[in-house]
């Protein structure tokens, strides 16, 4: 059984159009995350949920708005997409706490054209 | 804040050879995880081993150890025996006490020769 899961794995759209990433976790975690790799493989932390409630917002574009309908789901949104937004996105699960694992999902790669 | 510097861009050696990666690190926390991730081809992001900052000992996970030196900020991963499967990207990443996400680096891609 897959423990993060992602759908789509691939999204290729035009700029300007909305779209979403969704993910969900069957490891009975309550905190989950979304990471960007660029095209230079940099990983960044975007959002972190714990109970569904947002921790983490890092400089992100309001663009971007990540919602948690359970403790087991974590969906982005991304408004009006720009070129700069192709990337892989992660989404991550863990225990609440410090230095506990962090599952990764197999990754999104979104390519805005 | 906290970064993470991997300084070697691209590594390569010869199956069943060990190489080191190196890590440095910087953070004004004296509580602090740090972690190695391996990501492969494939994309999947895997933890190879953790160390937490208040232990002196240094992880081993198999083939996989690590050497961390604190007072110079140092978090080196060691493979031994490497294998064709250990061909991937690198990522050294470090989380401190109260907030729970990684800062990771810019990852060390490894080549494993056969």
């Known amino acids: 059984d897959t423990a993060v899961s992602q759908t789509p794995k691939y999204l290729v759209t035009q700029m300007g159009n909305d779209k979403s990433i969704k993910c969900e976790q069957n490891?009975?975690?309550?905190?989950m995350y979304w990471y960007k790799q660029d095209s230079k493989k940099f990983l960044k932390i975007m959002f972190s949920y714990n109970n569904k409630e947002l921790i983490i917002n890092e400089t992100v574009p309001n663009r971007f708005s990540p919602k948690s309908p359970d403790k087991a789901h974590l969906n982005l949104h991304i408004n009006s997409l720009e070129l700069g937004d192709s990337a892989v996105y992660f989404c991550?699960?863990?225990?609440?706490?410090?230095?506990?694992?962090?599952?990764f999902g197999p990754g999104t790669r979104l390519t805005v054209t | 804040a906290q970064t993470v510097t991997q300084s070697q861009p691209e590594m390569s050696v010869q199956e069943a050879e060990t190489v080191t990666l190196s890590c440095t690190y910087d953070?004004?926390?004296?509580?602090?995880?740090l972690f190695w991730y391996k990501q492969p081809p494939s994309r999947q992001m895997i933890l190879v081993i953790r160390?937490?900052?208040?232990?002196?000992q240094n992880a081993t996970e198999n083939r996989f150890s690590v050497n961390f030196q604190k007072a110079a900020k140092s978090f080196s991963l060691k493979i031994s025996d490497s294998q064709l499967g250990d061909t991937a990207m690198y990522f050294c990443a470090i989380s401190n006490f109260g907030n729970e996400k990684l800062t990771f680096g810019t990852g060390t891609r490894l080549t494993i020769i056969p």
């Open positions: 991550a699960s863990s225990r609440r706490g410090q230095g506990y694992e962090q599952y």
């Open positions: 953070t004004s926390e004296s509580n602090y995880y």
């Open positions: 160390q937490e900052a208040y232990k002196q």
């Open positions: 490891l009975g975690h309550d905190t």
